[in-house]
């Protein structure tokens, strides 16, 4: 068996300026040496139950299921896992990684700050110096995520080039590295990038899928989709990748279909408008206008709004083995409210664009077939935009009065 892959058909590679590619090819050494050794191994899986709180449990949505009166609908609670989301999954991987090659000094890029945040707490628990670039926008939209970052003694730099935020966040770490590597590793938070990420971070990931596809077969259950959100992509191949090789169950990529068609108004690459370029180090599918300059994105929800999309992902898509779907930005809050209503759990807005998708195919199916969903993180960090967005008109009562508190201190 091929241990690592660095393309996928067309896409994927590692398209970085030259003296990055020597840090590269000694990340893919050290990451296949890693894997084959039984002593990281099990200080992963051993990280992985003290630290994560794996395995996340698979939970069967009995009332949601009730109320929509089709399928059945199961739902893998990822976000419980220690920080809130999967993105912990490939931190600890690489943190553990980076250790073993001597790196003292982390670096990581956020958007919306969740990477960041286990980054911060994984550096903590493993006495690594953390260093998180991260747009001012985004800093501005996420200062939650900032404040719990600082708390774990991570560093967080702000970004002011370009449209200060993800891309740009990114375009600084790569310039970090290419003058700190020999004491500095990039952890990449999401399953793209320049070789060996992709494939690293979807090994790092798939133990989402692997104990998906274990729970299934203890509950006897015969799954026929697999529903995840894809915003770089990282979730969605961690949970699917036991069962690429196969020809069921169904796959399904649900992207951010925003406030609806047209540039800016979305982040729908594989369901949408990508068109295929080399960005950020690999090539892939992204928005991209005529002249090959990366277009704007919207979502509600801060995670899906990554202009392009991991290698694998699109290679699977164009051959047919993932289907993609779009789920809106108010079809996401409507599956918040529902799944909150119905089994008393808050999806992060992410993930409930996935929800929102599993939702429509349960409804389309009889009661004997089952469809699961990853809750790739839980809601709790979108308590101000699910606030303002679901309407709470008492919410900016609230936001005045705590300003004024903080104030008065
Ligand atoms: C970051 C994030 C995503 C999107 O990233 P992928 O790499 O596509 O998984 C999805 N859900 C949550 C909760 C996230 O934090």
């Given at each position: 068996m091929k241990v690592y892959n660095d393309f996928f058909g067309p896409y994927g590679g590692r398209y970085v300026a030259e003296v990055l590619h020597g840090p590269l090819a000694e990340l893919e050494e050290a990451y296949k040496a890693a894997i084959a050794d039984n002593s990281f191994r099990e200080e992963l899986d051993r990280i992985r139950r003290e630290y994560i709180g794996r395995p996340t449990p698979l939970l069967y949505a009995e009332n949601a299921t009730a109320r929509i009166g089709g399928g059945r609908i199961y739902i893998k609670l990822e976000g419980l896992a220690n920080t809130g989301a999967h993105k912990v999954n490939n931190v600890v991987g690489q943190a553990l990684l980076a250790r073993r090659m001597g790196k003292r000094r982390i670096i990581a890029e956020t958007g919306a700050g969740q990477h960041g945040l286990a980054a911060a707490a994984v550096c903590a628990r493993l006495g690594l110096e953390c260093v998180v670039y991260m747009g001012e926008v985004d800093i501005d939209r996420q200062r939650p995520n900032v404040f719990w970052m600082e708390l774990f003694g991570a560093t967080v730099v702000p970004v002011g080039s370009g449209s200060r935020t993800l891309k740009d966040a990114v375009n600084e770490a790569l310039r970090d590295w290419a003058s700190s590597f020999t004491s500095t590793?990039?952890?990449?938070?999401?399953?793209?990038?320049?070789?060996?990420y992709p494939d690293m971070v979807r090994e790092f990931q798939s133990v989402i899928g692997r104990e998906t596809r274990q729970q299934l077969e203890e509950a006897g259950v015969n799954a026929e989709a697999l529903v995840a959100c894809v915003g770089g992509g990282s979730n969605s191949i961690g949970f699917f990748s036991p069962f690429i090789e196969e020809t069921t169950p169904r796959l399904v990529g649900v992207e951010a279909g925003g406030?609806?068609?047209?540039?800016?108004?979305?982040?729908?690459?594989?369901?949408?408008?990508g068109r295929p370029g080399i960005v950020h180090g690999y090539k892939s599918l992204f928005l991209l206008d005529d002249d090959g300059q990366v277009l704007p994105t919207h979502s509600v929800?801060?995670?899906?709004?990554?202009p392009g999309v991991g290698p694998q992902l699109a290679a699977l898509g164009e051959a047919g083995r993932i289907e993609f779907l779009t789920a809106t930005d108010s079809e996401a809050l409507a599956a918040l409210k529902f799944f909150a209503a119905t089994e008393g759990i808050v999806f992060a807005l992410e993930s409930a664009h996935a929800g929102a998708a599993g939702m429509k195919i349960a409804r389309s199916w009889p009661k004997d077939r089952s469809v699961v969903i990853n809750m790739?993180?839980?809601?709790?960090?979108d308590l101000f935009i699910a606030a303002r967005e679901l309407g709470a008109a008492n919410w900016a009562e609230f936001l005045k009065a705590e300003a004024a508190r903080c104030e008065s201190r």
């Open positions: 590793h990039y952890l990449l938070g999401s399953a793209l990038g320049p070789s060996p406030r609806g068609r047209g540039a800016g108004n979305h982040a729908s690459r594989l369901s949408g408008e929800s801060a995670g899906l709004d990554y790739s993180g839980r809601g709790d960090k």
